[in-house]
């Protein structure tokens, strides 16, 4: 474990010695190399578990001494997360070991953390950054604990959403390191618990659709490409793209963005503008940090639809990237699912993936429909049903039966009788067939959930 390695030989010897100097040069090598492959590094203690990513390390009798090491240096500064980016230096990496070593004891761990936070701040390490993360969390329910991530990640993404769309706003150039990371925590947890994330996207509250929007997006376009074959870096400027496709409209007024009656020819040629108003907007951002173009074209693009009859009218035939195709469908799917305003009601999962799919005029692209589709079910999670025997249910898992799209799990919400049953409800399959080959229920139609006045996420997860 290079990063043991290193704070052990630091420790033992003065920094300009050889010793140091190897093993902060290992130390760097290896999270270079780490970092060419995956974009980012996340080094994250649960209970006695280290994870690399994804990865979970093995504890073995070679590696013992380096792990438990430092597992408590982790522990005792109370570092839950350690994320390291891509254009760390080897001072960086220094000044950080100078920097824990001189932390003073203190009763608290989080407040050993806030102040190593703010003294990695003032040394400008900008490349590795901290977190209390999972550390001083209590050993539960794994479900529970990955509900609590997804929610979390989810309701950081919002917050990074409304500040760079305030930021912009206001004439500031936001920082996109800041929604790098952000990004970044969103693809990791679709690609450890998908469902978990996409789930939230069923929150939609109304107050916050501007911010919640460009999130689902980001999150259905990641859950999406991931499907497509898309590796981890892919995904990160995939998900980027989501989550900036929209950012144009913040450059438009408020009042036109706000209005829930039709809009004028002349507000509605404005808001058509924010294609490329976003374009320039994330140009502006790119100067000195990196912007992937890919990202900055969906911006561009994800109205332009497949044939081109969107808008704004390219002057010459062009063909849509993947990027700006995929964000297409995720927004296209998002914002017909989602209530815009109190007066309007939105519309239910299956009937959008059917206009989707049906109508060409929508200008998506077939093949990505098809795996939208796939992806959710013909019933998506969430979805609140009533079946035959009259109770209502919410759509909380995938068939587990392929060949049977139209039985998924769910939970049942209110009994045969009417009766609200509690969350979590009864979870049922409804693949499972009696003895005799019948079905013992059957999803009759799509409902809303708001004719029954209950909140779908209380029981999906
Ligand atoms: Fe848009
Ligand atoms: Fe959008």
């Keep these: 474990m290079g990063i043991h390695g290193a704070q052990r030989a630091m420790q033992l010897y003065p920094l300009e010695n ?3 100097q190897r093993a902060l040069d290992d130390l760097l090598a290896m999270t270079v190399s780490l970092l060419q492959l995956e974009g980012m590094i996340e080094v994250r203690l649960t209970s006695d578990v280290v994870f690399i990513n994804q990865t979970r390390l093995r504890l073995g009798l070679d590696n013992f001494a ?23 230096t080897r001072s960086e990496w220094q000044n950080w070991f100078r920097l824990l070593a001189a932390l003073p004891d203190a009763e608290d761990p989080l407040e050993r953390l806030d102040l190593l936070r703010k003294r990695m701040q003032d040394a400008e390490i900008t490349c590795l950054s901290v977190d209390e993360g999972a550390a001083e969390q209590e050993e539960g329910d794994e479900a529970d604990e990955a509900l609590e991530r997804a929610k979390r990640t989810y309701a950081h993404g919002v917050s990074v959403a409304r500040d760079v769309v305030a930021g912009v706003r206001m004439g500031r150039t936001p920082s996109v390191r800041r929604l790098k990371r952000a990004v970044q925590l969103i693809v990791d947890q679709v690609l ?109 693009e994800h109205h332009m639809k497949i044939d081109l009859s969107g808008y704004p009218r390219p002057i010459r035939p062009r063909r ?5 195709r ?31 799919w049906m109508n060409a005029s929508r200008g998506y692209d ?13 019933y998506p999670v969430g979805s609140l049903v009533v079946l035959d025997t009259f109770e209502v249910a919410v759509v909380a ?6 060949e049977q799209l139209n039985r998924p799990l769910v939970r049942i919400v209110f009994d045969a009788f009417g009766g609200l049953v509690p969350p979590p409800g009864q979870l049922v399959d409804l693949s499972v067939a009696r003895p005799d080959g019948s079905f013992a229920r059957s999803i009759v139609k799509v409902t809303s959930p708001d004719r029954y006045g209950i909140t779908v996420s209380d029981y999906f997860i």
């Excluded at 380096?66 to 760390?88: H, K, P, Y």
């Excluded at 898992?397 to 392929?402: E, F, H, Y």
């Design 326 to 356: 995929l964000v297409a469908v995720a927004d296209g799917y998002d914002a017909a699912t989602t209530r815009r305003s109190y007066q309007t009601e939105p519309l239910e999962p299956e009937s959008v993936l059917r206009e989707m």
């Design 66 to 88: 380096a792990f438990s090491g430092f597992v408590s240096l982790m522990r005792n500064t109370g570092i839950g997360v350690l994320r390291i980016e891509t254009g760390v």
């Design 192 to 300: 450890e618990n998908e469902l978990s994330i996409t789930g939230l996207t069923t929150l939609r509250e109304y107050d916050e659709y501007t911010f919640t929007h460009s999130v689902n997006v980001c999150i259905f376009a990641v859950a999406l490409g991931r499907r497509l074959g898309l590796d981890r870096r892919q995904l990160y400027d995939l998900g980027l793209a989501g989550l900036m496709h929209d950012i144009g409209k913040s450059r438009i007024d408020i009042e036109i963005i706000n209005k829930t009656s039709s809009l004028d020819d002349q507000e509605w040629r404005r808001m058509q503008a924010h294609p490329w108003l976003g374009t320039l907007t994330l140009f502006k951002m790119r100067e000195g940090e990196q912007l992937p173009y890919r990202a900055i074209l969906a911006a561009h």
């Design 397 to 402: 898992g995938l068939a587990p039966d392929p």
């Design 366 to 378: 077939l093949t990505l429909v098809k795996a939208l589709i796939n992806m959710l079910g013909v």
């Design 18 to 20: 050889a010793a140091v």
């Design 320 to 324: 849509l990237s993947l990027f700006s």
